[in-house]
């Protein structure tokens, strides 16, 4: 709910919001359904799994392990991403080009990209291998942990580059300014937007 009404207000009135919704319920659904499929093929049918003695070192200790850090992981990175996104938003209502372009190119590294997908893949891959007793029960399992790591990754998409969510109520030079070259040479560097915007 707190999503849907931060979505609301950040996104415009041209489509934005819906197709961002849209995206959001249904791509994760996609992606689990393509890793239960996954391990009802490699894992179910051909009986590929861990000996039932190995179950609890692995649950406990690797799938346990794995999750935990992954969590952490998302904890520390998910805040900021959401802090960047209100510093623009009020960058907008205030009208305070510095401050927004200050922040706009900013995004999450890319080996903090590695650790998450790594995680992701490891936790997948341990939760796939236990012998389940059901098929049912490794459809739940597997199904529900994929849905949750692919909406944990699309929102972080989403807030990693709101832009999009953005544009309608940000100024167009806004969007074409060269941060690098602004802060160096600040008239230079409207000029040369505004030169852009006229040819246009």
Request: hydrophobic share 50%; net charge neutral.
């Amino acid at each position: 709910m707190i999503l849907g009404t931060n979505l609301k207000r950040l996104s415009n009135r041209d489509g934005t919001e819906w197709r961002t919704a849209f995206a959001l319920a249904t791509e994760p659904l996609l992606i689990a359904a393509i890793a239960v499929l996954g391990w009802y093929l490699l894992f179910r049918l051909t009986g590929f799994h861990a000996p039932h003695e190995d179950e609890i070192p692995l649950t406990a200790g690797g799938a346990g392990s794995i999750a935990f850090f992954f969590g952490v992981t998302v904890a520390y990175v998910y805040p900021r991403l959401w802090e960047r996104t209100e510093v623009l938003t009020t960058a907008l209502r205030k009208n305070d080009r510095a401050k927004f372009l200050e922040r706009r190119d900013e995004q999450i590294p890319l080996p903090i990209h590695a650790i998450l997908f790594t995680l992701s893949v490891a936790l997948l891959f341990i939760l796939s291998f236990l012998c389940y007793a059901s098929t049912m029960s490794g459809v739940v399992t597997i199904g529900a942990a994929a849905y949750v790591i692919a909406i944990l990754w699309k929102v972080g998409r989403i807030f990693d580059n709101p832009l999009p969510l953005l544009k309608c109520r940000t100024p167009p030079e806004w969007l074409l300014i060269d941060v690098q070259a602004f802060f160096k040479d600040e008239k230079a560097e409207l000029a040369r937007v505004a030169v852009l915007l006229d040819g246009h």
